[in-house]
C-alpha cells in the first residue's frame, strides 16, 4: 500500500466532511494515493460491502469517476401490453411481491397501466425489487418535504427512475448514498434560502440552478451570507444575477471562506481609500440597470 502523504484541495475536505463517512474519506485519500480498488479490502480492512457504501458516497460527491453502467437505453421506450402484465403476474413472484409493496406505499391498489410501468422498471430498467421500493419511498419523502399531502403517480416516479438507472443507481449501496447526498444538498439548500430571506415560497427554477451552482462551488453559509449582504448594499435588494457575479469573481480567485475573503478581497490603496473595494464593471453595469428601472 503506497504511504506517500496525500494533498487534499479544501473542497475535497468540504465534500468528504459532508457525507459523515469515515469509510468514504479512508477510501478517497487510499485511492488518491495511487493504490488500487481491488486491494482496498485488505488494505483497509474493510468488508466488500464497506468499501462498496464508500465508492457510492465518493460517485455521488463527484470525487471518483469510476463508470457506472447506464441501464436507460436511447430510442423508443418499450410498450408493455395487458397480457405482458397478466403473465409477470401469474409466472414471476418478486413481481407481484413489488405490485402488492408498492400499493402499500401508495396507500391504493394500483391500475393495469401502472403495472406496466413497474414492468418496465424491472425488464427495461433493470432495477431489483428492493431498490424499486426504496426509489419510492425517496419519491414519497421527496413529495411530502415540498409540501404536498398526496402521495406521487407513478407516472412521476417513473421519471425518477429513469434518472436512476441513467447514472447507474441500481443497488441498495447506490441508492443509499445517492439519498444520503439529497438530504445533505437539501439542508444546505434549506439554510441558503435562510440566508437570503427567501420564506413562504420555494424557488423558482432559474433560482435554484443559481444557488446549487454556489453551492457546488464549495462556498460555506457565511461566504454566502457576505455576497448577499453585498448585493442587498450595492442593488438594494436581492439580485440573483449580480449576487452570482460576486460569488464566480471569489470561486476564480480561489476564495471560499469568509477569512479567505476578508483578506483577499481587497485592492490596494492608500489614505482614505485603504482597504476600499471599487466596484467591477459588471456590478456598476447592474446597478445603473436598476435606476433605470429595465
Not at 413481481?95 to 391500475?111: Q, S
Not at 492608500?270 to 436598476?290: F, N, V
Request: some cysteine.
Amino acid at each position: 500500500m503506497d504511504t506517500e502523504a496525500v494533498k487534499l484541495e479544501t473542497l475535497e475536505v468540504r465534500k468528504l466532511l459532508g457525507t459523515a463517512s469515515a469509510d468514504a474519506a479512508l477510501l478517497y485519500i487510499y485511492l488518491k494515493a495511487g493504490n488500487s480498488l481491488r486491494n482496498a479490502e485488505d488494505d483497509l480492512h474493510m468488508s466488500a460491502g464497506r468499501v462498496s457504501c464508500a465508492g457510492a458516497a465518493l460517485r455521488q460527491l463527484g470525487l471518483w469517476e469510476k463508470d457506472k453502467p447506464c441501464h436507460a437505453m436511447v430510442g423508443e421506450r418499450p410498450s408493455y401490453t395487458e397480457q405482458d402484465v397478466l403473465e409477470a403476474s401469474r409466472g414471476d413472484n418478486e413481481f407481484e411481491a413489488l405490485c402488492g409493496e408498492v400499493a402499500r406505499l401508495l396507500g391504493r391498489p394500483l391500475n393495469t397501466e401502472e403495472m406496466k410501468i413497474l414492468l418496465g422498471f424491472i425488464r427495461y430498467l433493470g432495477l431489483p425489487a428492493d431498490v424499486i421500493s426504496v426509489l419510492v419511498c425517496y419519491c414519497k419523502e421527496r413529495a411530502r418535504q415540498r409540501g404536498s399531502l398526496r402521495n406521487p403517480s407513478l407516472r412521476t416516479i417513473e421519471k425518477e427512475a429513469y434518472a436512476w438507472a441513467e447514472q447507474g443507481i441500481d443497488t441498495m449501496e447506490e441508492a443509499a448514498a445517492y439519498i444520503q447526498a439529497q438530504n445533505v444538498r437539501n439542508s444546505r439548500m434549506h439554510r441558503l434560502m435562510e440566508i437570503l430571506q427567501i420564506r413562504g415560497r420555494n424557488l423558482t427554477a432559474a433560482e435554484e440552478r443559481y444557488a446549487r451552482n454556489w453551492l457546488e462551488m464549495g462556498f460555506d453559509d457565511e461566504t454566502i451570507g457576505m455576497a448577499y449582504e453585498r448585493t442587498c448594499l450595492n442593488t438594494g435588494g436581492l439580485n440573483w444575477a449580480y449576487m452570482n457575479k460576486i460569488l464566480q469573481r471569489w470561486h476564480e480567485a480561489g476564495l471560499h471562506t469568509a477569512d479567505a475573503v476578508r483578506s483577499g478581497d481587497r485592492k490596494p490603496g492608500t489614505g482614505a481609500q485603504a482597504g476600499k473595494r471599487q466596484l467591477d464593471a459588471d456590478e456598476i453595469a447592474a446597478i445603473h440597470k436598476m435606476m433605470q428601472g429595465d
